[in-house]
């Protein structure tokens, strides 16, 4: 991968945020190439599994080959992001990365060919571009999703996502929280390895003390969280999921 420089400081047309979305719109359809497991899946529970799995897979766009996997973003400023839950019906569920991230792992925003320009290109240039054409019939018009995509790497399922990598979580219902699961998790103790009794930190036996709780995906713990109020159609002034 070449070096990434900074991009530009966004401007009123654009924003310097990227959200994934974990559904679609009803009526749209998915690429063929996703899996049927994933494909079953709501968006609140597709979000659930990112996060606890900490990789956001890929797959390939409409046009590209199998292994031509892309993962797919929208450039939406607030009031875009808006009107595509309300007027274009994108399920409010989502993750949010900074464009300079975004950028500096690959990605750019996509190609919109007309289909004499389609037609011309490569198949490695495929999966960076979507048909532009508004023939009755043959229509193809998404500049509205204003769509980044990242490129994986050859036989890489998905882009891990350590903790910290996502800056805002989009949550459709107020309240929610993804599902909490048994893992080992240090209290904060530590336990002399000799007599198994707590110790000081310093202690040359000291190690820290490790149980098993119900916790949260650590992905979710470390990030904002943006909930979505459906009845008032509108994002609720706190990050709690209560009204403010």
Not at 90 to 106: A, H
Request: hydrophobic residues 35%; negative net charge.
């Amino acid at each position: 991968m070449t070096p990434s420089f900074p991009l530009q400081q966004a401007e009123s047309a654009h924003f310097d945020l990227l959200i994934h979305f974990t559904g679609r719109p009803a009526g749209t359809s998915l690429t063929p190439f996703v899996d049927d497991a994933v494909a079953a899946m709501s968006p609140e529970q597709r979000l659930d599994s990112i996060l606890w799995g900490q990789m956001l897979h890929g797959f390939a766009p409409f046009g590209a080959a199998e292994d031509q996997r892309m993962i797919c973003l929208s450039e939406s400023p607030p009031d875009h992001l808006h009107w595509l839950i309300k007027t274009r019906a994108w399920p409010p569920w989502g993750l949010i990365f900074p464009r300079q991230t975004v950028y500096n792992l690959g990605g750019g925003p996509v190609w919109h060919a007309r289909q004499e320009q389609y037609g011309m290109l490569r198949p490695d240039q495929i999966r960076w571009a979507t048909r532009f054409d508004t023939t009755p019939g043959n229509r193809s018009d998404w500049l509205h999703e204003r769509e980044w995509r990242i490129p994986l790497p050859q036989g890489a399922p998905g882009l891990l996502l350590p903790v910290g990598s996502i800056t805002t979580i989009v949550v459709g219902t107020p309240g929610w929280a993804p599902s909490q699961r048994l893992t080992q998790r240090e209290t904060g103790y530590y336990i002399d390895q000799s007599d198994g009794q707590y110790c000081d930190p310093s202690d040359v036996f000291a190690r820290p003390e490790i149980r098993e709780v119900m916790s949260l995906p650590p992905l979710w713990e470390s990030a904002h969280k943006l909930y979505w109020d459906p009845t008032a159609q509108a994002f609720l002034p706190t990050e709690t999921g209560q009204a403010g």
